[in-house]
């Protein structure tokens, strides 16, 4: 009888001790959670080196985000700041980068006027990553020629829009890619509004 009593405390200490092991381990959200690429139907993340802009404006590569750091977004025209609830990592992902190329969305201008040569923007995702547009929300694969992407301007603390120009699918394939979770739903790559959906 003391044998079945004591068999049957261990194993009620050794249950208690897993639920405790596993939910300790549910409670690290400072952690980089990695996703094998196998498990996602539809592949949303950046390239390794892409910059998101910080709350205090600065840039980093989002390979260099950590849970609970704050990032910008804009929302309404106007930018804030929001905290990083999640941060992904693919290693060898299956989906290849669509990159996409923007100007700056012409305006009227007078007669004989020329726009100042501005570079063309770069932003690299895969194709079902969504970014905000004129027309909503669309995913990298649904834009089209003369979308009007959102970008940050952090010189003045407005938001411009910029035109999409070229679209090009299956541009490259990266060894590791990240996405962010974010309070607000929305963060900054290359200083454009992109959704974490």
């Not at 200490?13 to 639920?19: H, M, Y």
């Not at 669509?98 to 932003?123: H, K």
């Not at 905000?132 to 649904?142: E, L």
Request: hydrophobic fraction near 35%.
């Amino acid at each position: 009888m003391l044998k079945k009593i004591i068999i049957s405390f261990f194993a009620l200490l050794s249950f208690a001790a897993t639920a405790q092991s596993e939910n300790n381990r549910s409670k690290k959200p400072e952690e980089t959670r990695r996703t094998p690429a196998k498990d996602r139907k539809h592949y949303k993340y950046f390239c390794a080196s892409a910059t998101v802009t910080m709350a205090d404006g600065t840039r980093k590569p989002i390979s260099d985000v950590k849970v609970g750091e704050r990032v910008k977004t804009c929302h309404k025209g106007k930018s804030m700041a929001t905290k990083v609830k999640e941060v992904e990592m693919y290693t060898h992902p299956n989906a290849a980068l669509t990159a996409v190329y923007l100007r700056p969305a012409e305006e009227t201008m007078a007669r004989g006027e020329t726009w100042p040569l501005v570079p063309a923007l770069l932003l690299e995702a895969t194709p079902h990553h969504q970014v905000q547009t004129n027309k909503g929300n669309k995913t990298m694969k649904q834009l089209s020629k003369n979308d009007i992407l959102y970008h940050y301007e952090p010189e003045t603390g407005e938001v411009s829009g910029w035109k999409v120009g070229v679209v090009q699918t299956n541009a490259r394939k990266v060894h590791t890619a990240y996405n962010l979770t974010t309070e607000e739903g929305s963060y900054l790559v290359e200083n454009m509004i992109v959704s974490d959906k």
